[in-house]
């Protein structure tokens, strides 16, 4: 049984920063053996993709609206990913999901579609507002 579990969000002013992260429990405690990402669902919208990670030794993916305010990081060894959101906007108001997929992992062709994550956590919300 795979778990994952966000936190982080909370109430960011525009221009500000924050950083969320996922602990991954599963049996053997293997991060590795996933590909991780974030998603987010703004309201009324649907969730969409933000950032991906596939391997350790692999670079991230970012959604390209995205690029340049938005870190993503993994940690196997304990394993936790992150993302780290500068420069915040009022659109980044969302719910924040952790995903992971695998294994086995999906084609690198696949890593931006939410059907590629075969788990999810429960989301942490971020509000960006004055």
């Known amino acids: 049984q795979v778990t994952l579990v966000e936190s982080g969000g909370g109430l960011a002013q525009p221009g500000g920063s924050l950083r969320l992260s996922c602990a991954l429990s599963?049996?053997?405690?293997?991060?590795?053996?996933?590909?991780m990402a974030w998603f987010r669902q703004a309201p009324g919208k649907e969730r969409e993709f933000v950032a991906a990670?596939?391997?350790?030794?692999?670079?991230?993916f970012y959604a390209e609206s995205l690029k340049g305010r938005v870190t993503m990081s993994r940690d196997d060894a304990t394993n936790t990913v992150s993302l780290q959101m500068n420069s915040l906007q009022s659109d980044d108001t969302a719910v924040y999901y952790c995903?992971?997929?695998?294994?086995?992992?999906?084609?690198?062709?696949?890593?931006?579609?939410?059907?590629?994550?075969?788990?999810w956590g429960q989301g942490t919300r971020v509000t960006v507002s004055s």
């Open positions: 995903a992971a997929d695998g294994p086995p992992v999906s084609p690198e062709s696949a890593v931006r579609a939410a059907t590629s994550y075969d788990y």
């Open positions: 599963e049996p053997d405690s293997r991060l590795y053996r996933y590909a």
């Open positions: 990670y596939r391997w350790i030794g692999g670079s991230p």
